[in-house]
């Protein structure tokens, strides 16, 4: 894959300031040279180009914040005076298995004062007599050089700023965050869920109250339907009085002709 091309799927959505470390080893340089890596990567601090096939660093963007450099299994022979002028936080630097012979290839690193380590494995200038002091009296701000200081005690690890445990600590904070989304989007859903719950409460409560309204509607029907008995038994009752009446009245007559 061309470098390019890499650095924009490395992007993964996101804008080149908020990058703070960008892998890119084992890609494909245009002719030795980097490319698509601009200066809008301005708070990147760890950048690994590592087998990319380069032979000179001099088109290096401007990366003030870079501290940590990998650069092994390229063809670089010179040329780092790009890395003091563009690069000026650096303090880690990896030029192991290149193409390095002379210790005046690497005088220009001098003018990096923060420069903590550096690693020059598999290059050819480490095959110099006293190659290990000479290389520290080159460069005195140096206190490991591939991977031990002066005393040849072994550096706690590849990175004795602590970048590597920064840089982790981002990623877990970026993984709390997305954590806490989920979350968030949990607790919404159950809110939801309560909501809907609740207007199912109400809808039951509505079904009752009809349901309610229907046996008051159906009790006012069976009144009506007694009232209706007991005035048809009316008209009855009254024949059955207006037959007495007659009856009395006859008696009465019967009577006076006696």
């Given at each position: ?5 890499r650095i ?7 804008k ?30 760890f950048?690994?180009?590592i087998?990319?096939?380069?032979l000179?660093v ?10 940590k ?8 022979s ?14 880690h ?7 390095i012979?002379?210790?005046?290839t ?7 004062p923060?420069l903590?380590?550096?690693?020059l ?7 110099l007599?006293?190659?290990r ?6 460069l005195?701000?140096?206190t ?16 004795p ?6 840089l ?47 046996d008051?509607?159906?009790?006012e ?8 008995v ?12 207006d ?11 019967e009577?006076?002709?006696?």
């Open positions: 894959m061309e470098m390019k091309k924009n799927l490395e992007l993964r959505n996101r080149p300031a908020e990058v703070k470390e960008l892998v890119l080893d084992n890609c494909r340089s245009d002719d030795g040279k980097i490319t698509g890596l601009t200066a809008d990567f301005e708070n990147l601090e950048l690994s180009m087998n990319v096939n380069l000179s001099s088109n290096l963007p401007k990366l003030n914040k870079l501290r450099l990998e650069l092994s299994d390229n063809r670089i010179g040329g780092l005076e790009a890395l003091a002028e563009k690069c000026p936080s650096l303090t630097l990896n030029l192991s298995g290149n193409k012979k002379d210790l005046s690497l005088d220009p690193l001098k003018k990096l923060s903590n380590s550096v690693d494995f598999n290059c050819e200038v480490t095959m007599m006293d190659y002091e000479s290389v520290l009296e080159l005195p701000q140096l490991y050089l591939d991977g031990f200081d002066a005393d040849d005690q072994e550096a706690p690890d590849s990175d700023e602590g970048l590597d445990d920064d982790d600590d981002e990623d877990e904070d970026e993984e709390g965050e997305e954590e806490d989304e989920d979350d968030e989007e949990e607790e919404d859903c159950d809110e939801d869920g309560v909501v809907d719950e609740g207007l199912d409460d109400e809808d039951d409560d509505d079904e009752g109250a009809e349901e309610e309204e229907d008051d509607d159906e009790d029907d069976d009144d009506d339907s007694e009232d209706e007991v005035d048809d038994a009316a008209p009855g009752q009254k024949r059955k009085r037959v007495e009446d007659d009856g009395e009245e006859e008696d009465e007559e009577e006076d002709d006696e």
